[in-house]
């Protein structure tokens, strides 16, 4: 199942509970299909960012080639909402005066921790990243951060869409205004230097550009969402452990995404018990299988595979393809 949606589709997002091996599947997928010849595109978009501990290397915000044919990279949300603060900060102190610049830092800092900052800065370069992906890869794998927050993510571009959309009607009505009271006064007076406006960046000038921003942005959003929806380019990959919560988190994060329109690609149990080691292990492996079998009657219809519990750490390419070679159907019982 895994490696027929490598092949087969554009994105593949890998999501579920922490630790259960959403950065080892997603890897180990990601470097298969490298293998098999295609251009990928590992990222991860989890602020606690692992994937450079499992390649052994700093792993930063640029794309660098961890394997032939494999890319990583990983999207700090931290720095592009600084990025962003900055930018408003810029424009800010530009419109303001003077003596008002302290009023500005003050807004800036409360911005900085504003409930949907970092969510809003992630989605921007999430969206970015599939905008430029599609056209220099063959596949782009995601390795999010733990459940609800990732559920919450593939809902957002519709919202943000909307939000844009909202800004750029708000901008249009501003620019009546601003037509209107240039009008009244000379461009050098109300319009111009009493903006911050130099003679090569009139307010006219100023919102084209804001403008153009804001269809750009809506325009990124708008591709996003259409592609997460659309399950022949997109699958998302839930990765769980057999176990009695990562189960009911499963059938909770499957919904979520059905009520975002995300198709569901299949199931991925990671750490399966092995059956012939020891009475302990033997037991525990018909434990997970109890398990498994709720989550089959939970989810019937869903491709469900799994792999085996491995003795070692699982770091670096030879160990990502051992594990790639261990995939099978998931049995349970
Ligand atoms: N099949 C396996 N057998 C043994 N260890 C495994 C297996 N899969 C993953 N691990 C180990 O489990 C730990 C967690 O894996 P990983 O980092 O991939 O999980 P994660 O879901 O990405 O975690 P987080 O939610 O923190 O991002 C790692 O130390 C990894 O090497
Ligand atoms: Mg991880």
Redesign the pocket.
Same mark, same amino acid.
């Given at each position: 199942m895994l490696l027929t949606l490598a092949s087969s589709r554009r994105v593949l997002f890998f999501g579920? !509970?922490?630790?259960?091996? !959403? *950065? *080892?599947?997603? +890897?180990a997928t990601a470097l298969a299909q490298a293998d098999a010849g295609g251009r990928v595109l590992l990222v991860s978009t =989890?602020p +606690?960012h692992?994937l450079g501990? $499992?390649w052994g290397r700093t792993i930063g915000p640029q794309a660098q080639r961890v394997a032939p044919g494999l890319d990583a990279v990983e999207i700090d949300p931290d720095a592009t909402v600084e990025a962003h603060l900055a930018q408003v900060g810029d424009a800010l102190r530009r419109l303001m005066p003077e003596h008002l610049s302290g009023e500005v830092d003050k807004h800036l800092a409360l911005s900085r921790d504003a409930p949907g900052m970092h969510e809003a800065a992630l989605l921007e370069r999430i969206a970015e990243t599939v905008e430029r992906g599609l056209r220099d890869y063959d596949l782009l794998v995601f =390795?999010t +951060?733990?459940s609800g927050h990732t559920a919450r993510l593939m809902a957002l571009p519709e919202m943000m869409s909307a939000w844009t959309e909202g800004l750029l009607q708000r901008q249009q009505r501003a620019e009546r205004f601003g037509d209107l009271v240039r009008n009244l006064g000379s461009d050098e007076g109300i319009g111009g230097r009493a903006l911050g406006g130099e003679r090569a960046d009139t307010p006219a000038d100023r919102d084209q550009r804001i403008r153009e921003l804001l269809h750009r942005r809506r325009h990124r959003f708008a591709h996003l969402r259409e592609t997460i929806v659309d399950a022949t380019t997109t699958a998302f990959v839930i990765?769980l452990a057999a176990e009695r919560l990562p189960v009911l988190e499963t059938i909770e994060l499957h919904a979520q995404l059905q009520r975002a329109g995300v198709a569901v690609g299949g199931l991925l149990v990671? !750490?399966?018990s092995p059956a012939d080691a020891g009475t302990f292990l033997a037991a525990r492996r018909r434990q997970e299988a109890a398990h498994l079998e709720t989550l089959r009657m939970a989810l019937p219809g869903l491709a469900m595979e799994q792999?085996? $519990?491995?003795? =070692? =750490?699982?770091?670096g390419a030879a160990a990502l393809r051992g594990?790639a070679r261990q995939l099978l159907p998931a049995e349970t019982s």
């Open positions: 579920g !509970k922490g630790g259960v091996g !959403k *950065t *080892t599947v997603a +890897a =989890d +606690a692992n501990h $499992l =390795d +951060a733990p990765v990671n !750490k399966r792999l085996p $519990l491995q003795p =070692d =750490d699982v770091l594990i």
